[in-house]
RNA sequence: GCGCCCGUAGCUCAGUGGACAGAGCGGCGGACUUCUAAUCCGCGGGUCGGAGGUUCGAAUCCUCCCGGGCGCACCA
């Protein structure tokens, strides 16, 4: 088993008789791990919460690797691991590489996310970067889990916005001004000098925005397709007539009102390509589909789920991800966005403004439910001191060692005992696992930065206090190093950042 | 009116039942003959929006209230 502290609480639970989950004491003085195991049994038992852990703490304190055990305050049990269970610990990181942590879905889905899916109506703003962001790193979380995921963007590619975007981009093409209710902007003028249908050019934009921002897509779809697949889809779904008009009846599956499929004029709605669409989905064998939406698109949420319903699918089938919209100032002032009008920030911008690192790092270390606010005029300025630096150096920092140690070998055998930041250090690597676990099953992948600025710590103050090139314990600590390496490399990467060998 | 989300330090935010509530930034004061000072150490700072309730224990769960964001189309 690759998590020493999971072998650890299920050694513990396997003597209390249920399942336990240990914890880190923020005071030192109350040992390395903590379970309150016995409080929650006293209950149950019937009998006192300290006689229960007294009980417990003697046989846990026959385990293996366990140096201490006390039974403090109430009830807790505070327990005291051994330095050599902390080094088989650094051992078992170097074994796993670089999937320690990894592989926690105990049901492994086939997955599809699909994020960002903005109407190719122009370049991707910073509020569908978030979408992405967010997304991506649910993605990276999800497949590190152990699921197989796929990316998709889907894109209205007919329908009235288009036809608005076309007209304006003809406009500029002969030399006019777009119309009042088109799309203004610098960026329909280089549209205007490519020939043909600006959506595939848009498109392309869009795509090469996106990889820049380390987000690939594995697949493409347009909604046309699935307005002509929405007479297939009909029998299957549970549907009236009325006003001439193909209802839905979702109120029979949890929505508040049914929503119309096929307009009285006979033209598929935007729901209508929906429901073609997850029906593609799910037949073409994926278990979960996965929707990125904002804030703004909560209300879909159960006419979505009460579509897989009808499809014969559980309602989770379909999990719609909201997340909380991105509010730009100026200044301190609010700006309204709006494409139409060109009075947005586009995503390329922003990232020549304060790099892809940082503006990763900056969209998914806030929890996915809390508004961000980004003041363009000091986002800049903020990239400097943007926490990210101070992992990344962490990482940079251990490259330098390594470079330093010039091939010496990094080894677990104990020289004597361990230094208070090296238990600390080792301690919070093998917090990982919990951690890639956690953010993969609340796809909430803002655990993962908030940890990685935790193990930086740790490390910069180890190796403030510590030599290693040249100690004593110079096997170890490489070994402790290069085990800190793999840590933070892997939470930046599941969170879209690069982790560089210098800086 | 109905629904979803949020109110935690000066600012931006972690913390989805446990031991005195945490971090970053900002402020003040210290530390480089050293494997990277993009670092480290110290100081100051909070009625966890408010009121009830559940619990041995609540920032965390329930109810109500106040404040903010978003949504309630045969638009996409």
């Given at each position: 088993?690759?998590?020493?502290?999971?072998?650890?609480?299920?050694?513990?639970?396997?003597?209390?008789?249920?399942?336990?989950?240990?914890?880190?004491?923020?005071?030192?003085?109350?040992?390395?791990?903590?379970?309150?195991?016995?409080?929650?049994?006293?209950?149950?038992?019937?009998?006192?919460?300290?006689?229960?852990?007294?009980?417990?703490?003697?046989?846990?304190?026959?385990?293996?690797?366990?140096?201490?055990?006390?039974?403090?305050?109430?009830?807790?049990?505070?327990?005291?691991?051994?330095?050599?269970?902390?080094?088989?610990?650094?051992?078992?990181?170097?074994?796993?590489?670089?999937?320690?942590?990894?592989?926690?879905?105990?049901?492994?889905?086939?997955?599809?996310?699909?994020?960002?899916?903005?109407?190719?109506?122009?370049?991707?703003?910073?509020?569908?970067?978030?979408?992405?962001?967010?997304?991506?790193?649910?993605?990276?979380?999800?497949?590190?889990?152990?699921?197989?995921?796929?990316?998709?963007?889907?894109?209205?590619?007919?329908?009235?916005?288009?036809?608005?975007?076309?007209?304006?981009?003809?406009?500029?093409?002969?030399?006019?001004?777009?119309?009042?209710?088109?799309?203004?902007?610098?960026?329909?003028?280089?549209?205007?000098?490519?020939?043909?249908?600006?959506?595939?050019?848009?498109?392309?934009?869009?795509?090469?925005?996106?990889?820049?921002?380390?987000?690939?897509?594995?697949?493409?779809?347009?909604?046309?397709?699935?307005?002509?697949?929405?007479?297939?889809?009909?029998?299957?779904?549970?549907?009236?007539?009325?006003?001439?008009?193909?209802?839905?009846?979702?109120?029979?599956?949890?929505?508040?009102?049914?929503?119309?499929?096929?307009?009285?004029?006979?033209?598929?709605?935007?729901?209508?390509?929906?429901?073609?669409?997850?029906?593609?989905?799910?037949?073409?064998?994926?278990?979960?589909?996965?929707?990125?939406?904002?804030?703004?698109?909560?209300?879909?949420?159960?006419?979505?789920?009460?579509?897989?319903?009808?499809?014969?699918?559980?309602?989770?089938?379909?999990?719609?991800?909201?997340?909380?919209?991105?509010?730009?100032?100026?200044?301190?002032?609010?700006?309204?966005?709006?494409?139409?009008?060109?009075?947005?920030?586009?995503?390329?911008?922003?990232?020549?403004?304060?790099?892809?690192?940082?503006?990763?790092?900056?969209?998914?270390?806030?929890?996915?439910?809390?508004?961000?606010?980004?003041?363009?005029?000091?986002?800049?300025?903020?990239?400097?001191?943007?926490?990210?630096?101070?992992?990344?150096?962490?990482?940079?920092?251990?490259?330098?060692?390594?470079?330093?140690?010039?091939?010496?070998?990094?080894?677990?055998?104990?020289?004597?005992?361990?230094?208070?930041?090296?238990?600390?250090?080792?301690?919070?690597?093998?917090?990982?696992?919990?951690?890639?676990?956690?953010?993969?099953?609340?796809?909430?992948?803002?655990?993962?930065?908030?940890y990685a600025i935790r193990v930086a710590d740790d490390f910069h103050r180890?190796?403030?206090?510590?030599?290693?090139?040249?100690?004593?314990?110079?096997?170890?600590?490489?070994?402790?190093?290069?085990?800190?390496?793999?840590?933070?490399?892997?939470?930046?990467?599941?969170?879209?950042?690069?982790?560089?060998?210098?800086?």
């Amino acid at each position: 088993m690759g998590d020493p502290v999971a072998r650890l609480a299920s050694d513990v639970g396997a003597l209390a008789g249920v399942h336990v989950e240990l914890e880190r004491p923020a005071d030192a003085a109350h040992g390395d791990y903590a379970t309150s195991v016995a409080l929650r049994l006293a209950g149950e038992w019937r009998r006192q919460p300290r006689e229960v852990a007294g009980e417990i703490a003697d046989g846990v304190r026959g385990l293996d690797g366990v140096a201490g055990v006390e039974v403090a305050g109430p009830g807790f049990l505070n327990v005291t691991v051994a330095d050599d269970w902390l080094a088989v610990g650094v051992a078992a990181i170097l074994d796993a590489g670089s999937s320690f942590g990894g592989g926690s879905a105990r049901a492994p889905e086939r997955v599809q996310v699909e994020m960002v899916s903005a109407n190719p109506t122009g370049p991707i703003t910073v509020a569908a970067a978030r979408n992405g962001a967010y997304g991506d790193s649910v993605a990276r979380v999800l497949a590190f889990a152990g699921h197989t995921v796929e990316r998709e963007y889907y894109y209205n590619d007919a329908g009235a916005q288009m036809e608005r975007f076309r007209e304006s981009v003809a406009a500029v093409r002969r030399g006019e001004e777009p119309p009042e209710d088109g799309y203004h902007g610098a960026y329909l003028a280089e549209l205007a000098a490519l020939d043909g249908d600006p959506v595939p050019h848009m498109l392309a934009r869009i795509e090469a925005s996106l990889e820049r921002f380390r987000i690939h897509f594995d697949t493409w779809e347009r909604q046309s397709e699935f307005e002509a697949e929405v007479g297939e889809a009909l029998p299957l779904l549970d549907t009236y007539e009325a006003d001439g008009a193909t209802w839905a009846r979702t109120t029979a599956y949890g929505d508040d009102k049914d929503r119309v499929l096929v307009r009285s004029n006979g033209e598929p709605t935007y729901f209508g390509a929906d429901a073609a669409y997850i029906r593609r989905k799910l037949a073409g064998g994926f278990d979960r589909l996965v929707y990125v939406l904002g804030a703004d698109h909560h209300g879909y949420v159960s006419r979505l789920q009460a579509l897989a319903e009808m499809l014969g699918r559980p309602r989770e089938a379909v999990e719609v991800l909201i997340y909380q919209l991105v509010h730009l100032t100026r200044g301190g002032e609010a700006t309204k966005m709006s494409k139409r009008r060109g009075d947005v920030v586009f995503l390329d911008d922003f990232l020549d403004e304060i790099g892809v690192d940082a503006a990763r790092w900056h969209l998914v270390s806030r929890g996915h439910d809390q508004a961000i606010e980004i003041d363009v005029d000091l986002a800049a300025e903020k990239a400097n001191t943007n926490p990210v630096y101070y992992v990344q150096y962490a990482h940079a920092r251990i490259a330098g060692i390594l470079r330093h140690a010039e091939g010496a070998d990094p080894g677990t055998v104990l020289r004597g005992d361990l230094a208070d930041e090296e238990r600390d250090l080792v301690k919070r690597l093998l917090e990982l696992p919990e951690v890639a676990a956690v953010a993969a099953e609340r796809r909430a992948p803002h655990g993962v930065p908030t940890y990685a600025i935790r193990v930086a710590d740790d490390f910069h103050r180890f190796y403030h206090h510590h030599k290693v090139v040249g100690s004593e314990q110079q096997a170890f600590r490489l070994a402790l190093c290069t085990a800190t390496k793999v840590v933070i490399a892997r939470c930046l990467d599941l969170i879209g950042v690069e982790a560089p060998e210098r800086m």
